[in-house]
T-cell receptor, first 111, second 115 residues
Framework: NAGVTQTPKFQVLKTGQSMTLQCAQD?????MYWYRQDPGMGLRLIYYSASEGTTDKGEVPNGYNVSRLNKREFSLRLESAAPSQTSVYFC??????????FGSGTRLTVV | AQSVTQLDSQVPVFEEAPVELRCNYSSSVSVYLFWYVQYPNQGLQLLLK??????LVKGINGFEAEFNKSQTSFHLRKPSVHISDTAEYFC?????????????FGKGTHLIIQP
């Protein structure tokens, strides 16, 4: 089925470990996004990529890096995980004009 | 900078009763407005969106919303709710054409349907 696929769905990390969250879309969308969701905070934008080859910081970029590998894939990397990064992470994509599609999320716990 | 305020963190409603979830936004320019629904342990699904034109917007699952520019509001309504409407609802705004720089979300309203 067409959509946004995120892997893994669940992950537990120790403080200081690194990991990459993967996101891929098969809808030929130009723009892709990473959000984090925390209780009572809504969704906050971490990074976005308006088109292949470009990335920009969102509201809460500290502690994260991203790579827009090609038009389909947009990965989020935690170089040295901290407990404050415990969250649910959502990837989303959209074509040129509004039509955001969200993935099902990655639930990350940092202990 | 744009911002979104969802005035109620929780709204309990009896089944088959009407409901209104409130959303106010702050922006210095024209905006594009959205409502998303999130069922437990799932991603976000678009309910409806206002880009331009008619201020009354109809969405999926019987929901509708009205854009009020003078009151900077975009309240979500449903005339008769069902148990299956229990979920978290998010209002979101974007100032940019095309939405390439992402959406700004409110903190969410948990709709609780009581039998």
């Amino acid at each position: 089925n067409a959509g946004v696929t995120q892997t893994p769905k669940f992950q537990v990390l120790k403080t200081g470990q690194s990991m990459t969250l993967q996101c891929a879309q098969d809808m030929n969308h130009n723009s892709m996004y990473w959000y984090r969701q925390d209780p009572g905070m809504g969704l906050r934008l971490i990074y976005y990529s308006a088109s292949e080859g470009t990335t920009d910081k969102g509201e809460v970029p500290n502690g994260y890096n991203v790579s827009r590998l090609n038009k389909r894939e947009f990965s989020l990397r935690l170089e040295s995980a901290a407990p404050s990064q415990t969250s649910v992470y959502f990837c989303a994509s959209t074509p040129v004009y509004y039509g955001y599609t969200f993935g099902s999320g990655t639930r990350l716990t940092v202990v | 900078a744009q911002s979104v305020t969802q005035l109620d963190s929780q709204v309990p409603v009896f089944e088959e009763a009407p409901v209104e979830l409130r959303c106010n936004y702050s922006s210095s320019v024209s905006v594009y407005l959205f409502w998303y629904v999130q069922y437990p342990n799932q991603g976000l699904q678009l309910l409806l969106k206002y880009l331009s034109g008619s201020t009354l917007v109809k969405g999926i699952n019987g929901f509708e919303a009205e854009f009020n520019k003078s009151q900077t509001s975009f309240h979500l309504r449903k005339p008769s709710v069902h148990i299956s409407d229990t979920a978290e609802y998010f209002c979101a705004v974007s100032e940019s054409g095309g939405g390439a720089d992402g959406l700004t979300f409110g903190k969410g309203t948990h709709l609780i349907i009581q039998p």
